[in-house]
């Protein structure tokens, strides 16, 4: 029963080492690249489908969260610290290893912080934010909730848009890669593509067995009552209100990991990825996922972000995005992935 | 159960079907295009768009490179840099392009400017920000005017006119931001104040509040920088607030929608631009004049609205690129480079294009007029 | 600053203001019948404004405004039966995505019809250039317009809602959906007309600050997010409210750039907003008991 669950986890490797195979035997490896920044966009969905399918907190923020991973991580291993590398702080980073050194294409020789240290700030940085957020906000309801986590996600944007070391309207690029274990570098380079992509989609197999698991515990079935009503879940002794945050500060580490690893992947982070609209790219995917549903949020998250970042809906990639959401909206209220889609879709076909 | 191998199945379905897309043929030269088509930046890109479509039409009604046909593949960032990086992955690898036009902001040149440095794959950029030539990559150019001739021009006519104290409004975008670190650099050279320097929202649509503030400080003139719809209302919430003082634009005004969006209001706005603008008034002997009047009669009569200096950013990158091409050795990316680089005496909209080993944009200060709004059209001031 | 200075802010203030406050109606009267915060409110100020462009080209402009205002209105008409209508026992968060999702679609279509350039309408009175001297502050004709339409538009809904059968009809459907049906109240038009109804004061709306903010296919995504706040923050379900709540965040708007740059000037206004909004959950000027009672 405990092994049972992870056996569908089993099957999706299966299909992504097929993928790579199939990619490498028609030498079409280039589509690994949008396959990676895809998984990474899917980390961020599947967080928020912990926040608003199983803990029911509407967020129209959670690109607020990956722009403070991306922005922290940018900023930090862009900043040259060659003027201060003899201050005895930065030497001793230096000495334990934690500063990196490198030559740009132009010559230039610099120094900077090693991106571990961003790393690891960013999740700290989006956990205590999303705390101290949650803590006030998540006892609001409904619309109400919307509008204040809508509000905070332009904050975030408005700050990153107007502050000079985020780089204003042009962002932030040059971010150098990210080497997190011997041989394995998020970074652009044509050359580690293969081992990108087997790292994003770690990381997204490593969410989604965290968040199986948590379905699973205490908290889960906490989470399950406070869906169902919470005042009810209230009643009954469960304390709805600490729950809620911990599903909201997870929702938030989430997408500041996958802001800071794609923000490597791309070396470079610009202020469109904590928009409004990115947010709420982010709540459509999990909506037309069917919200309380990982795998279906997954799939549809590989999906709409992999045909958009290939290009493929051309001029038209809002409108078709649109179009998607109210199909879905309409027709598949929990979702596709259900199995009455089936009979659902036969019996639109046969005009009802 | 039943719900996740549903799931899966429908994974692998669309998975196979994405792959599934054959390959093309190999006559054509393929060239690529990454522009804002829609979204923040569309003034840029849409005009941008439409104006390569018409040329390489033009170009292969000609008889392309040497014979060979061109292929355009435009891809639509809606200014969003991630768009752009994994675009031009797409473009340098995948579809082999021998060089990529665009992209339209600053913001997403610099996040591809070193991706096309290491991969060796030529980009003729649309943006104006110095930084994308500055320091010089050797695989990465630029079409419009520099910053800092424009600002440059700015002080210059101030200086004739007796202005020392001037308030600075900018949008908050790529090319808001440079023009107004481009101003903040120059004016102590020309011995002008710049009493206060703000950006605004791109969106946004009201600014008496802010131009009151700058009201506030008795400034003698206001330069506005930016390319979005505030240019024409900058102009609007200053006569409506009484504000009598001249206003600078950049070279970001060269649309004429802006003019008739801002009716009354535009008149006498004096800014640096292009002389695509007033191609008709130029005299005979001006070595631009051809092209200028050719690519300006052509667009208007093909889309049926006014030409911008835009579109003509995306015009003279397209023809570098292919008058290069006519030039090199070989289609190769690296000839192509050394082709654009060595490419003197071209002209095209934005002015005579002199590339060389430092000069990377290849355009002198006198690439730009003064010019001014009479009776709701642009003239020569 | 100068008493002027205060007062030109005061004026920029309003002017924006009311803006904020005939997109906040619309969410209400919307909101009222239905339980819907209608994401899309802000596409219909960019239709007015756009329509009524169109239509000043080939005839004056009040017909050309007139006409605008009825054709949006269908539009609005003309959604709630393709879509919303079919939505039924929706929650919140289902139907916040499918406004969205309208909105997005009307946009796209926006741009097809009307490519990316810029529109402004006529100015109503005078021209671009002219202004009125109003102790020592200065304002365009077009604000007076603004102001003045939207104190009107204020008046007549409260009327309308008070003293009409339609308007008492529609308010019966808001208190209680039910408890109206059982009266004879036909709910289903009653939503209908209230699309109808915003969808309409939208595009007034449009067409009233065309001449000075211009009007742009992708201009009613920041509208329709500033006229949610708005509706929040006066309180769901309470047009008067909504105008009070419209005004103050213009005012702190306008006042927030006299002394801190202009770009952080929805990071001040937001962060005032949501203080308010956790201090007071039911919004600005909503009681705690009503609240409780709805469901959101």
Known sequence: MKLKKYYPIVLLAGVLVLIQLLTLITGTAYYLTQLTMAAYYVVVALGLSMVMGYAGQISLGQAGFFAIGGYTTAVLTTFDLTDKISRPFFAFLDKIGLLVHKVTLYGDSIVHLSPWISFILALVLAGVVAYSIGVPVLRLKGHYLGMATMGFGIIIYRIVLGTHIFGEADGISNVPAFPILPGITIGGDFSIRIINYYTAWFFVILAMVLLLNLINSRTGRALRSLHGGEDAADAMGVNTAQYKVKVFVIGAVFAAAAGVFITHYNGGIGPSESSVAKSVRYVAIVAVGGMANLWGVLIMGLFLNFLSLRGLFGVYDDAVFGIILVIIMMFFPDGLFQPASLNRIKRILRGK | ?381 | MTSEQILQYIFSGITVGSIYALVAIGYNIIYNTTGIINLAQGEFVMLGGMIAYSLSQIMSLVPAVVLAVLITGAVGSLIEIVFIRRMKKSSVLGMIVITIGISIIIREIALLIWDEQIRALRFFTGNEISSIDILGARISPQVLWIVGVTALIVMALYLFFRFTLTGQAMRACSSNTRAAKLCGIRTSRMVNLSFMLAAGIGALGGCLVSPLTQTHYSMGSELAIKGFIVAILGGLGNPMAAVAAGLLLGLIESFSISFLPMVYKDVISILILLVILVLKPSGLFGSRQTSSLKDF
């Open chain 2, 1 to 381: 159960m039943k719900r996740i191998l549903l799931t899966l199945l429908t994974f692998t379905l669309i998975m196979s079907t994405a792959f599934a897309n054959g390959q093309g043929e190999e006559e054509t030269v393929k060239i690529g295009a990454i522009l804002a088509v829609t979204g923040g930046a569309s003034f840029l890109g849409a005009p941008e768009s439409k104006t390569i479509e018409m040329l390489a039409e033009q170009i292969n009604a000609d008889g392309g490179i040497n014979g060979r046909q061109i292929e355009l593949i435009i891809k639509d960032s809606a200014a969003n840099p991630e768009k752009a990086i994994s675009f031009a992955k797409q473009l340098i690898e995948e579809d082999k392009v021998i060089a990529i036009i665009g992209p339209s902001t600053s913001g997403e040149t610099m996040q591809i400017k070193d991706l096309c440095e290491s991969y060796k794959t030529p980009l003729v950029s649309c943006a104006a920000a110095e930084d994308i030539v500055n320091p010089v990559a050797s695989y990465v150019f630029k079409t419009p005017q520099k910053d800092s001739y424009v600002a440059e021009l700015i002080f210059q006519t101030m200086n004739s006119m007796g202005i020392t104290k001037i308030g600075v409004v900018a949008a908050n975008s790529g090319f808001g931001n440079a023009g107004k670190g481009q101003l903040e650099k120059y004016a102590p050279q020309y011995g002008i104040e710049i009493a206060l320097a703000e950006t605004y929202d791109r969106a946004a649509t009201d600014l008496t509040a802010l131009l009151t503030k700058i009201n506030a400080e008795d400034v003698q003139a206001v330069v506005n920088w930016s390319i979005v719809p505030a240019q024409s209302i900058v102009p609007k919430n200053m006569k409506q607030l009484g504000m009598d003082v001249p206003l600078f634009q950049s070279h970001g005004f060269g649309n004429i929608q802006y003019v008739i969006a801002a009716g009354e209001a535009a008149n006498g706005i004096i800014f640096p631009a292009g002389r695509l603008l007033v191609a008709d008034e130029l005299p005979d002997s001006n070595p631009q004049k051809a092209t200028l009047v050719a690519y300006k009669n052509a667009y208007e009569s093909r889309y049926n609205e006014p030409a911008s200096t835009f579109g003509g950013h995306a015009y003279d990158a397209l023809s570098i690129i292919v008058e290069a091409a006519k030039k090199a050795d070989s289609l190769s990316r690296e000839d192509l480079r050394n082709a654009i680089e060595s490419l003197t005496g071209f002209p095209g909209t934005g002015g005579v294009f002199n590339y060389s080993k430092d000069d990377h944009n290849g355009l002198g200060m006198d690439s730009l007029a003064i010019l001014t709004v009479k009776d709701g059209a642009f003239a020569l001031y």
